[in-house]
């Protein structure tokens, strides 16, 4: 759960927090559990300061979520009868299964976030390096990042060395920029 506060805290203005800390908290579960999948944290006194999670592919994602059917319905409940809602989570998984995507490599940075008290320490860049040393442990050339394009994180990522490779649309309105970062 503490994974899931994080995220609600630090990344306000994106589409997952508006699920809710259920659906957050099964997500990053099921990424902790995957085999293709990693969700990597940082303590600092027993307080969780920052976390990264990537995957070698995003099956790696849905299927562990698929495998627990019952406690997806539940965290979806309070959503199931927003349609705006509902038609953002088919835009997420129609991107991640459609052309545009594909095009990319499969391999991807999924979510950073840092708590705001620790932010400008480097915890970042130590996330970061640890989720390149994972794709590197998994013999992974490249990694793709999406990100809004109106957001701060794009700098994060250039100065990291990740290239701007080109654009999409996952939510009507919402531009992104798709960025790539090599491994090794």
Request: charged share 15%; hydrophobic share 45%; proline share 4%.
């Amino acid at each position: 759960m503490d994974v899931a506060a994080l995220h609600i805290a630090s990344i306000r203005s994106g589409f997952l927090p508006t699920l809710g800390p259920t659906f957050l908290s099964l997500m990053y579960r099921c990424l902790d559990e995957g085999d293709t999948t990693i969700l990597h944290t940082k303590y600092k006194d027993d307080q969780l300061v920052g976390f990264v999670t990537g995957s070698l592919g995003i099956s790696g994602l849905y299927r562990p979520m698929l495998s627990h059917p019952l406690a997806l319905i539940y965290s979806l409940f309070p959503v199931i009868f927003n349609i705006k809602k509902i038609g953002k989570i088919f835009a997420i998984l129609n991107h991640a299964s459609g052309p545009e995507r594909a095009g990319y490599p499969q391999a991807e940075l999924l979510t950073i976030c840092v708590n705001s008290s620790f932010r400008r320490q480097g915890l970042a860049e130590e996330l970061y390096a640890g989720l390149l040393n994972y794709f590197k442990e998994k013999s992974v050339n490249e990694f793709v990042i999406i990100v809004g394009q109106a957001l701060d994180a794009n700098e994060f990522y250039i100065r990291q060395g990740a290239d701007v490779v080109g654009q999409l649309q996952i939510h009507v309105g919402a531009n992104s920029n798709v960025f790539v970062q090599r491994v090794g």
